[in-house]
């Protein structure tokens, strides 16, 4: 039999130590977003927390190679990829404390090879195209927007897992910016991470290791994060009732796990959402270490009455796991399709689950209500999301407001219940909205293309020309935002141009750099694709003519403005907007403006009527 070690490793002793190799024949690099913000999250809560224990990350699985500490990974890729991306993103954030060095050996090492000394990335992913893209973050560390630059400039096509590398090295970079953001906190997380995240690494020949690999994803090794909860529950019921709370267990179990959710993040978030949180802190909020404890105190304990009614209980457990799950699919509270939810999932992505709390607890409102609800929440939510205000800023704040949901919910008098909502919205929602106005301005006047994730830039552009393209047919209630979102976006100022619009741009807008304002919100139009691909990379002139083509006012307008009458819904939209004759650094900067005004009235807050 082979033989077969494993080890544990924190991420400093495993990149300190080991040299890993992605094989050609593994799957290739597939987190989106909502995988690497999920993971970012859960260490960032352990250091939160203030705990100095250990934070287990899994088992990894490789296979050693005939070169020393060189392995190929068979399973795990995925989370070593994302922290070596993670290592990078810190090293240049650190790029002037003395850890910079010492991450940098992390990311790349030299050793004595059989031709000389070899220097090699600490991490070698060996399919189409990803060493290519690891080489150059290593080379430019640099922020997104430069390593993003470097990759295209250099010609290494754009597509799949490559894209995602990229992407996934910007969601970390962001995240430590917009969490971590003086040397002194940086430093920190890096002490935790470094000592305190652990993996196991099991190591042995590669036909073995696909074998252990094929037998851990059939048989589901691991402990259940809700096996405390559940034996809790058996023994409050009879041994003649154990086949029916366990068939009723799975109806909690088998949707999470087969809908990806984490079972620890929904029993948070379901008691927060159904219950009021006091704890010694006094921030309302449970963490995932605390929740087996928090059930079985003797207050909550009766609050949640499992030992008098534990199937009722069960199936309450039931419904907010339904409801969850629709809600995370962009479904309404009665689990059909819905626009205000669907809008509502492309600001927040999977990148963001926290507002599921208020969610659950509105998910008992009349339809009507609640899809007005979530159209508020939505206006509220792009307001902190375009701010990169933390999350643990926000969760206390929830758990606290689902409080006074709940005694919404309960109102039996629908004039009362509305009245209630909206004093809500203007307590919870207005006020705190414009308490951030002026810093949500000054965060779209730095916005570019790459300032936030792709998709929520897409999701801006579309509320933009979609609220243009109502007023202009005079429609007050909104449609699908898909059609919106499925343009492609078009840099008005071309993204590759050709040399001479380069020389001509820098002689006719002297102290510009021109790849700064082809990037910037002013300059990003949505736009069909057989139009895009006819008004290529060619000079504004030459685009007009096409742009005009366009189905959108917001695209149309900046040729020129349709003169319909006057106090008609497109004169009123027309006084939001402008036609360029010429596209210059000034045009750019006046409709950079122009969109951050637009925006004000797109996402705003309004009452329902009583």
Not at 151 to 164: K, L, Y
Not at 217 to 235: A, C, I, Q, S, Y
Request: hydrophobic share 40%; net charge neutral; proline share 4%.
């Amino acid at each position: 039999m082979a033989r077969i070690e494993n080890h544990k490793y924190s991420i400093e002793e495993a990149f300190r130590e080991c040299f890993y190799i992605v094989p050609d024949y593994q799957r290739e690099y597939v987190w989106t977003d909502k995988e690497v913000h999920q993971l970012l999250e859960d260490i960032g809560e352990q250091i939160d927390a203030g705990t100095a224990r250990e934070y287990f990350i899994g088992t990894v699985l490789v296979s050693p190679t005939d070169q020393k500490n060189h392995y190929e990974v068979i399973d795990g890729q995925q989370r070593l990829t994302t922290f070596f991306l993670l290592l990078c993103a810190l090293r240049h954030l650190l790029q002037q404390e003395p850890e910079a060095q010492h991450l940098n050996r992390l990311i790349s090492d030299s050793y004595t090879g059989s031709t000389g000394i070899v220097t090699r990335l600490k991490l070698d992913p060996r399919y189409e195209g990803a060493a290519e893209v690891m080489a150059k973050v290593v080379e430019v560390n640099g922020d997104p927007v430069a390593v993003r630059s470097s990759v295209q400039a250099s010609g290494i096509t754009s597509f799949g897992s490559m894209e995602n590398l990229i992407n996934a090295y910007s969601t970390l970079y962001r995240y430590l910016k917009d969490n971590y953001d003086d040397a002194a906190k940086l430093k920190k997380y890096w002490f935790y991470l470094a000592t305190n995240v652990v993996f196991i690494q099991i190591s042995t020949d590669v036909s073995s290791a696909l074998k252990i690999f094929e037998t851990i994803n059939e048989r589901g090794v691991g402990l259940n994060p809700m096996d405390l909860l559940k034996n809790l529950l058996f023994t409050q019921v009879k041994q003649t009732q154990f086949t029916q709370l366990k068939d009723e267990w799975k109806k909690i179990t088998k949707p999470l796990e087969k809908g990806k959710e984490k079972p620890l993040r929904f029993l948070r978030y379901f008691l927060m959402a159904n219950y009021t949180i006091k704890n010694e802190r006094g921030d309302a909020v449970v963490r995932e270490d605390e929740i087996y404890d928090w059930f079985i105190a003797k207050d909550n304990a009766a609050l949640c009455d499992y030992a008098g009614k534990p199937f009722e209980f069960v199936r309450k457990v039931i419904r907010n796991v339904e409801h969850y799950l629709a809600f995370a699919n962009g479904l309404g509270n009665d689990g059909k399709p819905s626009l205000p939810m669907d809008s509502l999932k492309r600001l927040t992505g999977g990148a963001f689950s926290l507002h599921y709390v208020l969610l659950l607890v509105a998910a008992s409102f009349p339809k009507p209500l609640f899809d007005h609800f979530v159209a508020q929440l939505e206006s509220f939510l792009f307001y902190y999301i375009f701010t990169k205000t933390p999350t643990k800023d926000l969760e206390r704040s929830f758990s606290q407001w689902a409080d006074e949901l709940r005694t919404i919910a309960e109102a039996t008098d629908p004039l009362k219940q509305k009245a209630q909502l909206n004093a809500f919205v203007v307590d919870r929602f207005e006020k705190n909205m414009a308490g951030k106005s002026q810093e949500l301005t000054d965060a779209l006047k730095r916005l570019t293309l790459y300032s936030m994730q792709q998709y929520r830039t897409r999701y801006l552009l579309a509320r933009l020309t979609q609220h243009v393209e109502m007023a202009f047919s005079g429609l007050k209630v909104p449609g699908s935002l898909e059609p919106f979102t499925n343009l492609e976006i078009e840099h008005i100022l071309p993204n590759k141009p050709e040399d001479v619009l380069r020389t001509r741009w820098a002689t006719e807008n002297p102290g510009t750099v021109y790849d700064d304002y082809k990037n910037r919100l002013g300059n990003l139009t949505l736009l069909e694709k057989p139009i895009n691909i006819v008004a290529g990379n060619d000079f504004y002139t030459a685009k007009q003519a096409e742009y005009g083509k366009s189905g959108n006012y917001l695209t149309r307008s900046l040729v020129a403005l349709t003169d319909v009458g006057q106090n008609t819904s497109i004169s009123r939209i027309n006084t939001k907007l402008e036609a360029f004759p010429a596209w210059n650094a000034a045009s750019i900067e006046k409709r950079h403006a122009l969109l951050i005004a637009l925006a004000q009235d797109v996402w705003k807050t309004t009452a329902i009527d009583v």
